[in-house]
């Protein structure tokens, strides 16, 4: 792919590309979500709610965390407009989330329940407000984008044999290339760097990344064996076991393939801190999926692609999540959640370039536009990542 | 297609690509490998003898160390293998 290839997206006022225009409604904390739920209903498949469990009962880094990733998801370039719905009482801020909105030049209200007088009466105003703002951002078109401004975060879920052998490899091809034209790609799930993470330490852009790099796995690894028990209790799961994965060792040599094979690790970021660098960024997510997912895109990646050998459903409320699988079994089994099937690569029917032209070219395609089969589906699963147990 | 596969000359596994019955020969890395029990699909299939405390290579990489001798042929997964990462039930358990 050349550095000149464009998608169709919607460039924004903080100069940062979206490939999808939603109305995002923002709860700040668990008491208010299902008041933002049905405000985001009223206008779907624009509105996206972001129902979560914090906002309240959360000291230091925990707190920060939770504030700090509602906050990237209301700069996001996906988003075109914003409505934070508040309690009133609680500890996330509702004015610096709407701050966060309007710093990325994006239109932003705040609906308060307490001071709306109620469920009922705060729906209603949210509503009216999502109805003006719909109308509002779908005034806005695609335009010809390039490819550089894209950030896509590379995930695996459900992970069997075909991961590491096909669609992983796959994914790892259309990374280098996204990296060769000046994009940028992010890998989480630092629990399943762990046995791999001398590969990309010897692909790190500095001594100092690669060490930080190296520093997050030991603590990840540390965090894991405090509990006094074989990490195998979750990784590999035990559906990854049965598919044939044994140790933690190989499926994260498999699993890294999605990072490419050759762009250089540029940095390590926390979670859903924003990305910055062109090149491959790694980002301190946990291994759970949907708190993987939420923190990446959260740090700016406006696609995902996901490759699964069980299959799995997981999507996002604001970004497109691609489903890729290596394993033909599960592309039949599986097939409304399955945006593309190469399993050609295991039969040897198909090569692992032709699968790569052909997945580049449905990125391109659901970056300007096209649903995912996680979007038709209404997967829309959203969950930030915790530090530490509620106060 | 290949019954098995191997994905690095360094291995001394291969990944089957099918269910393997015991009693066939399949050439893989190079040599003649008798399959000596039933390898479920994406299963791992010793290319030779692994003695126990011996490095399992996959990708070229180390993916764990034999727990057991294994004998080549025979399936290569949880009952024989043991990670050397994250084993919080051996620094619990003392020095081994």
Do not use: W
Not at chain 1, 155 to 183: E, Q
Not at chain 1, 292 to 315: C, E, Y
Not at chain 2, 50 to 61: F, T
């Amino acid at each position: 792919m050349s550095a000149d290839a464009t998608f169709l997206g919607y460039p924004r006022p903080d100069g940062r590309v979206g490939v999808r225009n939603h109305v995002l409604v923002v709860p700040t904390v668990i008491c208010s979500a299902v008041v933002a739920e049905r405000i985001a209903a009223a206008i779907a498949p624009v509105g996206a709610a972001l129902p979560h469990l914090a906002g309240c009962g959360q000291l230091g880094p925990d707190m920060n965390l939770t504030h700090e990733t509602l906050a990237a998801y209301c700069g996001h370039p996906n988003v075109g407009a914003v409505i934070v719905v508040a309690l009133g009482c609680e500890q996330v801020v509702a004015v610096s989330l709407a701050d966060a909105a309007r710093r990325a030049g994006k239109p932003v209200r705040i609906v308060a329940i307490q001071t709306e007088g109620g469920t009922v009466r705060a729906t209603a105003r949210g509503i009216e407000i999502a109805r003006e703002f719909a109308k509002q951002i779908a005034e806005a078109e695609r335009q010809p984008c390039p490819v550089s401004s894209l950030i896509l975060s590379v995930k695996c879920g459900g992970s069997d044999y075909t991961s590491g052998l096909a669609s992983n490899p796959a994914v790892g091809r259309v990374a280098d290339r996204l990296a060769d034209a000046g994009g940028a790609v992010v890998l989480g799930e630092i629990a399943e760097i762990m046995g791999a993470e001398h590969l990309l330490a010897d692909r790190a852009a500095s001594p100092e990344t690669a060490r930080h790099l190296l520093r997050v796995v030991s603590r990840v690894e540390a965090e894991a064996m405090a509990l006094g028990l074989d990490i195998r209790g979750t990784q590999p799961s035990p559906g990854n076991i049965r598919g044939g994965l044994t140790t933690i060792e190989e499926k994260s040599l498999g699993a890294t393939h999605k990072a490419g094979e050759r762009t250089r690790l540029e940095a390590v970021v926390g979670y859903a801190a924003p990305i910055t660098a062109k090149g491959l960024t790694v980002m301190d997510t946990p291994g759970l999926d949907v708190e993987s997912v939420t923190g990446m895109v959260g740090g700016g990646a406006q696609a995902v692609i996901f490759t699964t050998g069980l299959g799995t459903p997981t999507g996002n409320p604001i970004a497109p999540v691609i489903k890729i699988t290596g394993n033909a079994r599960t592309a039949a089994t599986m097939g409304d959640n399955t945006d593309l099937d190469v399993s050609g690569i295991v039969s040897e029917t198909e090569s692992l370039d032709a699968a790569a032209d052909r997945l580049m070219a449905e990125l391109i395609t659901v970056c300007s536009g096209k649903e995912t089969a996680a979007e038709r589906l209404g997967h829309r699963e959203f969950a930030i990542h915790r530090r530490n147990a509620t106060i | 297609m290949n019954a098995a596969l191997v994905i690095s000359d360094r291995d001394n596994v291969a990944t089957a690509l099918d269910a393997l019955d015991a009693g066939r020969e399949l050439q893989l890395g190079g040599r003649t490998v008798l399959v000596a029990e039933t390898i479920p699909r994406g299963h791992k299939i010793a290319l030779c003898a692994i003695a126990a405390g011996d490095p399992i290579v996959k990708y070229g990489s180390p993916i764990g160390r034999a727990s057991a001798d294994i004998a080549a042929g025979t399936h290569v997964h949880t009952h024989n293998v043991a990670s050397a990462r994250g084993r919080g039930d051996l620094a619990a358990s003392g020095p081994q």
